[in-house]
């Protein structure tokens, strides 16, 4: 007699739901007894819910990453608050409740990301708080193939300014004050940056990555970008206005091509339709642990009420992605 379940969510590919129908077996042992097997099944399904093991703490949660045999990855470079836990174990972002996080790829706003990302239910919110999925192949077909294309030929071009008290301090950001160590993780990276400013007090920094990428086992092309998160469009017509009014053209985040041109509006439009024609969202119970293929399948956040605790880590880094990017453009200098 089987001590699991599998099933879906209302025929969906994701995610592939295994439920344990007693109490005998931890989720590590679970997994590192079927580990070849659940690894296909991640492959085809995209994302896998594992629920009823009672994994309800960053020890359990971390004994199950350690089963998967996948490596840990520090969260460097980030773009979202977050707090370490332990062993590689973080909280998942941490934005004001009433706040919804756009749906995305870890990490795709960079040129390492972790293949594999998994989430952990500790205390689910009292209303909401939803971790929502969107499958990549439906999200490219509903973009199109002619964006599909331009992202694909241009890639595209983050560009931070770290102005204090707005967004991550670059301190938090590349875990360090010293701003020789920032210059040496960009430096390895191919990430261009400058101190702008009378003083040199304003980090500028300038990324060109990659717009799609191609699944390393399953050969698809798969949208791979947060251009739609640091487009300023994306943040509403009123907050957008106030920071370019504040701001200038240093906004603290923007997104273009990588070959220069802007999104035009339309473009961010198609993107953000296409994630939230896709979404499709499970109520979290506690002790779920959410196991996803980060090249296939997106992710965010609903608001929620009350008490709201997922844990979150980040596996198997890709290196760097075997499809060429275009030059990352100079950075002028400039001063105010």
Known sequence: MSLTRESSISGQRAP???TRLDG???L????AAHRLRLERQLVHHGAILFRGFGVLDAGAFSEFVAATGDPRIEYRFGSTPRSLVKERIYTSTEYPANLEIALHSENSYHTVWPRKVAFCCVV??????ETPIADLRDVGRDVGEALMDRLEEAGVEYVRHYHPGIDLPWE???GTRDRSRVAEFCDTRNIDHAWLGR???LLRTSETCQGVVYHPLTGERLFFNQAHLFH????GEDLAGSLRATFGSQLPRHSRYGDGPEFESDEIARIMQAFTRNARRFPWEAGDVLWVDNQQIAHGRAPFKGERRILAALMDSSGRPRIAVPRI???AEEST
């Open 16 to 18: 592939l739901i295994i």
């Open 24 to 26: 005998s077996q931890p």
């Open 28 to 31: 590590c042992e679970f997994v």
């Open 124 to 129: 689910p919110a009292a209303e909401g708080g």
């Open 172 to 174: 938090t950001v590349f």
């Open 199 to 201: 003083h040199a007090e």
């Open 232 to 235: 300023e469009t994306s943040l």
């Open 329 to 331: 453009h100079a950075l």
